[in-house]
């Protein structure tokens, strides 16, 4: 074995799955010095969207989850409402973000760590794993040895320049995924009041950000080569719907083209952005939401890879015994749907992580723990809306309710339909019973007899299964 420090359990990554794993370990039963969290991140939260939302002011309406709301609440009561300017009580006291970590009530600030003798080692990059001696070695050249693994690296942001994009390198071409990120983005709205944003992507990134980015006064225009936002989720109705909502804010979207390089002064800092057809768009900011990857290259040849991430079952555990994987890396059996899968949503991550460490701590007192049953549910949240998709997005769709852009309170859903039966859900400006009741749709899978009389029924519908 390596010299170096030894943890009976070590969790890789410092974000949410392995925030809710260390929760679930605590819960579990821990004993002072087991387990070890190792992250390059300064701090051990999540790198999510909540956290720049909550720099730049937004309520706790806008925050995501019912619970996560309640999270939230203690976290911005002190924060401006969002029609202030950019900096607020989370950029002022940024010690708060830890609570974003925690749910239901219990905080993980550093102290619960600490408390619960759970050792935190930040910014410590892992850059070598050994899974055959049970070693990790960091980029300071310490090694950490483990009897049990869980991977909870996630996912790094795509960027422009991994494709070579002339100029994408300027100062001021952004991404969001670290603190870091979310701190350079403050900066730079800050600096760039009343400028000019050009938002390069048309999915949910790129979507909040513009919303964020016009609320702080700048003149924002949205790039993406789809036909429509979304297109991976949303329907051509759906997206009608966002699109005219965003165009009345003012936001500028130009669709079917690309972002094919980036002026810059001399100083750096990008001017402009250049589009495949030809359109230069002058940019004083430039936020590029394109997409993320798994991060699993440490592990590459030494654990059964699937569908792009770390095949686990339905425990998590990876093809190497004791060695588990969690979050946005994990290729998982969804059971409903008798496939494999990865997710890369909070909502996953967070569950991910606690039925790894049941199946752990079953395993050691002998305890069986059910498979793993997710059904699959994103969501988010921009300008006053809020919506919520459960399930899978796959046959005939149909729109109900509301979908005018210029009602005072829209509310529209759609229902996905395959072999007679409701597959998926997705509600905009819905109530939590409402969101409930879609995901319970999505979940029994009723069955349609008249796609007509559906779309007539619409909400009522799933009120009733
Ligand atoms: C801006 C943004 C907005 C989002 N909004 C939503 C939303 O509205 N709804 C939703 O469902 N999901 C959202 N997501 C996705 C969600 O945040 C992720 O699915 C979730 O964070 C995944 O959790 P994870 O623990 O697997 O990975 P992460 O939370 O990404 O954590 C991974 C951790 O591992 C660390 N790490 C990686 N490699 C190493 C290494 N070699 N050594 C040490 N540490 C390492 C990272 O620094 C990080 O701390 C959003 C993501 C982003 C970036």
Redesign the pocket.
Known sequence: MASGKHFKYVI????????YAAREFAKQGVQPGELAI????AL???????I?VDKVGFTPANC?TSEYQMRCTDVVELVAPYERPALSKGYLFPQRFHVCVGSGGERLLPEWYSEKGIELILS????KADLSTKTLT?AAGANFTYEILLI??????IKLTDFGTQGADSNNILY???IDDADKLVAAIQAKKGGKAVVVGGG??GL??SAVLKMNDLDVTMVFPEPWCMPRLFTADIAAFYEAYYTNKGVKILKGTLAVGFDANADGDVTAVKLKDGTVLEADIVVV?VG?RP?TT?FKGQVSEEKGGIKTDSFFETSVPGVYA????ATFPLKMYNELRR???????RKS?EQAVKAIKGKESGESVPEYDYLP?????SFDLSWQFYGDNFGETILFGDSDPASSKPKFGSYWIKDGKVLGAFLEGGSPDENKAIAKVAKTQPLVANIEELKEEGLQFASKI
């Open positions: 890789l990554g410092g974000g949410v799955a392995a925030g190792i992250s390059k991140e051990g939260m999540a790198p999510c969207a909540e720049f995501y410590t990059e892992i850059v960091s909870a690296t996630g996912s790094s942001v969001l995924r670290e949910y990134i909040e950000l939401g993320g991060l440490l969690i979050g946005d890396v997710v890369e949503h909070v909502d996953h991550a992580a549910y994103f969501y988010s949240r």
